[in-house]
């Protein structure tokens, strides 16, 4: 009951947590259809008991189909909700599919130690044992505890908190699908307790050079950030869709390699082809986990740069933002 001097703000993008079936066995093929903001409030009454919540409708949209113009419009509504004096911390209901690519780069751009928690569900709010309620309640009170300040943007679902650097979604339907392979959680919730046990060590939030303004005026000018692709390795790779990369224009390509980031020789031509002509080429992992390091020595003279613990998705919104903000990629990549 202490809590309730804290006040949340709630920014609902759309997602599963917004979604509906035909009937409560439907559980992947469902679509949003019209639930909004206002459902998930009336969803969880006891929210008054955690926090003083005000809510506003961002987006309603699946996160499959999220965009840089939407994350300009909610880091803008996140940074002006954490710089309100009355508000504690903000949580967004987001889309479980890009929301590790939305958390990660809101926790590079948004200037505050105040809690910015993500959460959603897997199960769309018609299903039998839909757990969105239960995780929107979760969000709030861990954006309402002061021990969540500081700790940078976090995920929270099915009762797991992850910082959201190291997050990522690990199955496609399960709900238990967030974790931070070999990196692990940050947090936990049991009942109505949330506890804390660990923070990311990178620099996040106001420890970055990321700047809010710089995007807005990318994506107000060129209608998107910039083109970064990601191509995925495989045998029998001839680097025809990094070539396809280029030929669209891309400014950055993050290659999803197979083991340590490697790469299919007969692909390789293609990417020095792309590092020749000033494309950032970032050697990311396909395989899931742990660290992409220096491999051949030809790799590193070509300029290409390892992700380290980055996956290929979150490597991408890094060049992204590198390049827009004039931020050294190969220093990033070594420092966020
Ligand atoms: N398709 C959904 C989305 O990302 C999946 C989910 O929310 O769980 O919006």
Redesign the pocket.
């Known amino acids: 009951m202490a809590q309730c001097a804290s006040k949340v703000v709630i920014l609902a993008t ?4 917004v ?1 509906s079936g035909a009937s409560a066995t439907q559980m992947t093929g469902y679509s ?1 259809q019209g639930l909004g903001v206002d459902d998930l409030l009336s969803a969880v009454p006891m929210l008054a008991d955690a926090a003083r919540v005000e809510a506003a409708q961002v987006s309603n ?5 999220m965009t840089s113009k939407v994350w300009m419009t909610l880091a803008r509504a996140v940074q002006d909700a954490l710089d309100r004096e009355d508000v504690s911390g903000v949580v967004i209901t ?6 590790e690519e939305t958390a990660w780069f809101l926790n590079l751009v948004l200037k505050s130690e105040k809690p910015v928690v993500l959460t ?3 199960r769309p709010a018609t299903a039998l044992s839909a757990e969105g309620p239960l995780n929107l309640l979760n969000a709030v009170r861990i954006a309402a505890d002061p021990r969540a300040a500081g700790r940078g943007v976090m995920i929270a679902l099915n009762d797991v908190i992850v910082s959201a650097r190291d997050a990522t979604k690990t199955h496609p339907t399960n709900v238990a ?1 967030f974790r931070g392979p070999d990196l692990g959680m940050i947090g936990m919730i049991a009942g109505t307790h949330v506890e804390f046990i660990g923070r990311s060590d990178k620099p996040h939030t106001v420890e970055t050079p990321f700047t809010l303004e710089a995007l807005e005026a990318h994506v107000k000018a060129h209608g998107a950030l910039p083109r970064v692709d990601i191509v995925y390795s495989h045998v029998d790779d001839d680097g025809v869709m990094v070539k396809a990369a280029l030929a669209a224009g891309a400014a950055g390509i993050v290659h999803a390699g197979t083991g340590n980031g490697s790469i299919h020789e007969a692909a390789l031509p293609a990417l020095h082809e792309a590092a020749a002509a000033g494309v950032l080429v970032i050697r990311a992992s396909r395989t899931g986990s742990g660290m992409t390091v220096e491999g051949l020595a030809e790799w590193q003279a070509a300029g290409f740069i390892p992700s380290g613990t980055l996956n290929p998705q979150k490597a991408r919104v890094l060049v992204q933002l590198c390049l827009v903000c004039g931020v050294d990629a190969k220093d990033a990549f070594a420092r966020f």
């Open positions: 759309g997602g599963t947590i979604s949003i949209i699946d996160s499959s189909s987001h889309g479980t599919d890009t929301m959603g569900a897997m699908t």
